[in-house]
């Protein structure tokens, strides 16, 4: 599976764009934008769906090889609802792995 910068990296390149014409469309500078390309950095979610305009892309397609934690919804989403603190709190103290919650969120969706 490819990393949010290489899969901007590759569609720029299919594209036809330098980094440098690529960055001038996105108003960053070209080492910002080689720092997303190598993994460095990441863009922010108004720079993101600019990449995406440029590139003809969804939004979505890129969102998911984002790894960053959301961690200001988890917090958010914590805060709202106590039963959710107490399941991520679980989830945690069991350490449970993403590969076992991803496998348990493919068989809910499956039984739907």
Same mark, same amino acid.
């Given at each position: 599976?490819?990393?949010?910068?290489?899969?901007?990296? #590759?569609?720029?390149?299919?594209?036809?764009?330098?980094?440098? &014409?690529?960055?001038?469309?996105?108003?960053?500078?070209?080492?910002?934008? +080689?720092?997303?390309?190598?993994?460095?950095?990441?863009? +922010?979610? &108004?720079?993101?769906?600019?990449?995406?305009?440029?590139?003809?892309?969804?939004? *979505?397609?890129?969102?998911?090889? *984002?790894?960053?934690?959301?961690? #200001? #919804?988890?917090?958010?989403?914590?805060?709202?609802?106590?039963?959710?603190?107490?399941?991520?709190?679980?989830?945690?103290? *069991?350490?449970?792995?993403?590969? #076992?919650?991803?496998?348990?969120?493919?068989?809910?969706?499956?039984?739907?």
């Amino acid at each position: 599976m490819k990393t949010l910068g290489q899969k901007i990296r #590759e569609l720029r390149e299919l594209k036809g764009l330098s980094l440098r &014409e690529m960055s001038k469309k996105l108003e960053v500078s070209a080492a910002f934008l +080689s720092d997303i390309e190598l993994g460095r950095r990441f863009p +922010s979610e &108004e720079v993101l769906k600019k990449i995406c305009k440029i590139l003809q892309v969804k939004f *979505d397609e890129l969102k998911d090889l *984002d790894p960053r934690a959301p961690i #200001e #919804e988890l917090k958010r989403m914590s805060e709202g609802d106590p039963q959710y603190a107490l399941a991520l709190r679980t989830m945690v103290d *069991d350490d449970v792995s993403a590969s #076992e919650l991803l496998h348990w969120l493919q068989q809910k969706k499956k039984n739907k």
